[in-house]
């Protein structure tokens, strides 16, 4: 079978699309780029890229680079939508933030569940906001894919990128993943083109004249780094055989019941939890903020084997996975953070 189709099916599962849709190639920080050249086509009145607060570095180097590419000033360009209460930003604000900008806009690019504090956001809302400004909408769904329910088909997403080496289990730098909506499929928006993205009929006829595949896969540059794909293969097809559903809502359960353990042992306010109480909110990360303790706490639980993860300057992020964990490890973990703390 040929490889695209080994992925398409459970892949477009996982993130509520058309098998045409989504593409796995590449890494993230490339994905955004290539399809930063699609759907970043600034002029001098709309030029702005907003994103969330505090977006991934990567992907904020990104929008840096971009919007020098394009000769501005990332400075003026890149437009960070602010925390509306504490770490939280509500919908709305990001709305506000959208209209606010309505004229200068290019492109909204958030992080479908930000990195450092686990929100998960209304991507639907920003999806139809930012359409009515008539910008193009994306998201980065790193920490989403494999995470929370997504329809990035339904939504009208534009386009979305992750990778596949977190929920997605893949391994450290394995291959990751694409999603561009339909309606561009015959587009003729811009694209960095390669022989991997040409009509696969007359690809090794060797010829100049870049004719794309009419699907996402005409974002595709380069054959495919096989070894990886093998694991990702294995991994979205557990992902398949459990279901998106099911696994988010054991997803919910395992999370609030962590926080309940974690609320039940912080009696001396050691922590406070910045990721949404709400579970509409989050996934399954949850991210303890500490004072100048953190650290400490940090290497305390690694010592005593747990496999948590620290995000400077002052998080540590868990994550109860549904596939994998229990309630019991969650009970244990809360356990181990009270001796410490
Ligand atoms: C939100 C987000 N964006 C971008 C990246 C960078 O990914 P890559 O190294 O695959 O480019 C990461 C990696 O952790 C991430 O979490």
Known sequence: M???????????????????????????????????????????ERFKIICEKKPFPS???????????????PAEAVIEIDYSDGYYTSTQQIIDTINQHANEL???????????????????AITEATHKTGAYCGFDLAHAAGNAALELHNWNVDFAC??????????????????VHEKHHKSNLPR???????????????????SP????????????????????????????????????????????????????INT?????IITPANPA??????????????????????ANGVIADWRNPNVIRIAPVPLYNTFGDCYRFAKIVAEII
């Open 2 to 44: 040929p490889y695209h189709e080994c992925f398409a099916t459970d892949v477009s599962k996982i993130v509520g699309a058309l098998p045409s849709e989504v593409v796995v190639m590449n890494q993230l920080t490339v994905n955004l780029h290539l399809l930063m050249t699609s759907f970043y086509r600034p002029t001098k």
């Open 281 to 302: 909110e989050r996934g399954c990360q949850l991210s303890l903020l500490f004072n100048d303790k953190g650290r400490e706490v940090f290497d305390a639980l690694t």
């Open 268 to 272: 001396n306010n050691s922590f406070k």
């Open 59 to 73: 992907d904020s180097y990104a929008f840096e680079s971009q919007a020098r590419l394009h000769g501005f000033d």
């Open 162 to 179: 992750w990778c596949s080496y977190k929920y997605l289990n893949s391994g450290p730098g394995s291959v990751a993943g694409a999603f």
């Open 106 to 124: 290019a492109v909204v690019i958030i992080g479908g569940v930000n990195y450092y504090n686990g929100q998960l956001y209304n991507m639907k």
């Open 192 to 210: 960095m083109a390669g022989w991997w993205g040409h009509n696969k009929e007359n690809r090794f006829k060797m010829e100049p004249g870049f």
């Open 213 to 264: 595949i009419e699907s996402a896969e005409g974002w595709q540059l380069s054959n495919a780094p096989i070894f990886s794909m093998a694991a990702h293969r294995a991994s979205v097809a557990i992902f398949a055989e459990a279901g998106m559903e099911a696994l988010t809502a054991k997803s919910k359960q395992l999370t609030g019941y962590l926080e309940f353990c974690l609320n039940q």
